[in-house]
């Protein structure tokens, strides 16, 4: 069964389905994308439940000429690391659109509310895609598609500024992406095998010098698209201009493709120009890490700071993927996944705040533990796992890194270490400011969660519960597929300095 | 030295099920979390119910765990396979041994009184409900503190004692002062943790694993600087949990949380998690001179210096803040000291557990009378009209000051002596610690209970309702008899040696030893000068300004103004000039290379907006160009 077109088909008859609506029918296009999208989220769950963790690497491979004459395929085929990721995409869709359920309503969007949500439909199969691509041309296609989007979900129905978000947004991306375009096509015409699949191409560029380059060009793409410092200050704008639902989506997964990308095509790729840009890129993610943190403490604008908080986490994802041990290869793979509950739920929260109050300026609340507890309580738990709390799945996913970079790398393990203190400061002094302290007059009348909302927060609140205990379904997907990447590079073996072998001592009675 | 007992996998019985301890007060916390509203009539019986389930399984897991021989009672019981990754593979179990369980029994026994304590004196408050669930949670993630079987487990338990403690101290939110107090506690400990994750980091990429029963058998093969530098990182983390210097600052401030909060978490039990954890990792400071000799001199440093800032507080609660950080100071200072001292630093935890919990909810008990008020210069001659709490509080006090006999007599000579043994400056340290303990506490007794009534006009006080007067008369029993049932006989020193080794030589008990004898003279002076100043003379109303030296301890030795220069302005600062830098710096820096690049005027903002996506689209469709071009020239 070809599962993966399947899954991108569905989303795409979906949005062409919701876009034919008839006019003033608002109600019936929403209904419609949230029941394509949880049909989505049924048919992965289906396809996961039959990936084989001890099988082959891909999974439901497909593979059909596009362009023969210059080796383009339409292939896709999934290993544990995109299918979490794909996982995480499908998972956060409905949720998305159940929060954003009254968000394309208000007049100041520029197109109709219908758009908005076959827009959602499409950007979901696009996310599918481009994580499932196994042609680095496909990937490509893919990887700049996606922006059409998200550039106007957040030019169209965004804040003040959107057009300006919207705009620097799309050159920022564009920068990147025609860096990688060069770099796909000069990987096809020097390696000479007359195709762009993936798993053919590794180990097909030898000379250092043009892995270098060609690393260099993918890296740059991915880094802004991430965003690593010092390419993320389009991400700010972007995430604090766009509607909650559309950023929630553009950093919890647009963003990780990123990632991603370094993890299947930079390391994979080009393994000896990985190893050697290695320092600087663990360098980039440490003061990404930091400066993140340091400048969400500053933010006055709650969207703002939970974009400054993503810089930092993705500080750690980054570092993450190129400390080159299991540890923190799993550490990043789970953190990407992670992280999209973590933030989506800050971002949704945020959102329903905002919508209540009409501004997204910290100081304009105050004391809303004391009228809307439920929200308040749900936005403190987001809270928690932005700054890793043990007993929330976000906690594993960074210890997992650091404690990774750590067996390889032990300064910048330690100074990321300091981002543990940084995060509590950001999360909780802004929780002080907003929901404690006396109740401000503007917020008196602020309603508590409603039904809607709570189905909206409930699912990511109990994922992040649920893997922060049990984490192990995840890392038993990501395991193999991550010990495959590390083999491909020929990163070494962790081995303790007095390595304790015996099994458990005193075993039996 | 001896070792400690070795390791049995266990399966089975009581001690099988004693997940119990854990899983029942975090169902209670879940069920008042996520029930709302709805179980605000019966919530604080149910978080009673759960607390007292979960210390009659302890109690039961005790007795199942004393039917083994004594070097069979280190009892491994796996649960889940919790975090299989690529290197670092963590099996979540517990551990039972003579050092988890007494921790265990110190918690849900002490815990329980507390939890019916506040059934009376949060009655009123509308939150009661959502302060039940927090204790509930704070039962259950200290026992998994001490219970777990390795250093994740712990380091789990411990980030969430800390998110109670968060909860707690912050309980009353819409007060500033809360707010501020609760974020303040996390911040600084998480400093703390930074070193225990360290700390852990050490220990994992040393032995590749970070189970007890693999590490602590393992400890010795490490060089010393490693096991040096394990030591001083999870000192560290001890330091924040337990407000040890330098990261002490916080303890103060968390009294804005509710008294039996003060009690439970920042008297009984999780201030003491950082003597565990030094305890508990015995072997790696053993091997490790340097980092014990750290120890002791952080505890010396905070036993004075609890003490001194103790001596000149006026805030009941704050008074017993500082004592709190004193009395860990001994215990941190014992379990520097190696076997001998661990028995002693574990003893003394479990006395201070039950008389400071006496005093705390004692005080509470008083502020209950007098309108919240904490104010000890409002007090005075409150002796006879709340009886209860006056005896159960002064049973309590004389046993903080080692009134012959009573719990703290014993247990914290012991720790004198065997600091003494040890080195006799920390030694003399400590004592002259007791003596300044004699005066403190016996100011603050006399301040609240005896003297001139000083109470606002509007004051009443009575004596509290028995459900927290009961709990007040069984702490106070445990105060008076614990010590000596735990030292008396070497028998809490033959219990504890399983887990953590048997010292070569047994303490043997001198009553009449030069110590023992300058410290009861010392203490006595510091009561006679305290009943001077406090019982028989007039205390005025508005404190006296005092020498520089009280302005000292008033002002907590200055810590809050250190870390206010040294850490926070700098801070601020570094914030304001990273936005700046961020908003100006990269971002002008990009948006001008733009403008030089697409020869417009760059203020991206002015545009017009239906100009920027045309704009946009074409730079779009310019790509795919683009994409076109490459792609015919790269094949050519």
Redesign the interface.
Known sequence: MPWLSILMGVPVVGALAVAAVPKGSDKLAKQLTLGVSLVVLVLTLAMAAQFDRSGARYQFSEVHDWIPSFGVHYAVAVDGIALVLIALAVVLVPIVVLASWHDADRPEAKRSVKTYFALILVLEAMMIGVFAATDVFLFYVFFEAMLIPMYFMIGSYGGAQRSYAAVKFLLYSLFGGLLMLVAVIALYAIAAKGTFLQPELLGAIKDPTTQKWLFLGFFIAFAVKAPVWPFHTWLPDAAAQAPAGAAVLLVGVLDKVGTYGMLRFCLELFPDAAKFFTPLILTLSVIGIVYGAIVAIGQTDMKRLIAYTSISHFGFITMGVFAMSADAGAGATLYMVNHGFSTGALFLLAGFLINRRGSQYIADYGGVQKVAPVLAGTFLVAGLSSLSLPGLSTFVSEFLVLIGTFENYVVPAVIALSGMVLAAVYILWMYQRMMGGPVQESVKALPDLNLREKFVVAPLIALLVVFGFFPKPLLDVVNPAVHQTLTTVHAPQFTPAIPVTAEKKGAGQ | METAA?????SGGVIGASWLTIALPLLGAAIL?LG?RRTDRWGHLLGVAMSLASFVVAVLVFFELLGFGADQRRR?VEL?????????HVEMGLLLDPLSISFVLLITGVGSLIHIYSIGYMAHDPGRRRFFAYLNLFVAAMLLLVLADNY?GL??G???VG?AS?LLI?FW??K?S???A??KA??VN??G??GL??G??VV??????I?F???L??AH??SEG?LTLIGLALLLGACGKSAQLPLQSWLLDAMEGPTPVSALIHAATMVTAGVYLVVRSGPIFEAAPTAQLVVTIVGVATLLAGAIIGTAKDDIKKALAGSTMSQIGYMMLAAGLGPVGYAFAIAHLIAHGFFKASMFLGAGSVMHAMNDEVDMRKFGGLASVMKITWITFGLGYLAIIGFPLLSGYWTKDGIIETAMEHNPILGWLAVIGAGITGFYMSRLFFMTFHGRRRWDADAHPHESPAVMTWPLIILSIGSVFGGGFLIVGNRFMEFLAPAVGRPEEMPSFHPFSLTGLVTLALVAVGVAYAWMRYGRSEVPAVAPRGSFLTTFARRDLYGDALNEALFMRPGQW???L??FF?NRG??GL?NGL?ALVGGTSGR??R?Q?GY??S??LS??FG?AL??GA??V???L
């Open positions: 070795d390791f049995v996998q266990h979390l709302g491994v889940y396979d919790f975090l299989p990754s690529g290197s670092l994740l380091y789990i411990w980030e969430g998110l968060y912050g939110q819409h500033p809360a707010a501020a609760a974020k996390f911040i998480r400093v943790d930074m994750a360290l852990i980091f994992f990429t040393t032995f590749g694993t189970a029963n693999q590490v058998p393992a093969g490490a490693t570094l914030t304001r990273a936005v961020d990269v971002d990009v733009a991206l903002r545009i907006t920027v996506r704009y946009a730079i779009f790509a683009l994409v490459w792609f020239v790269g094949n």
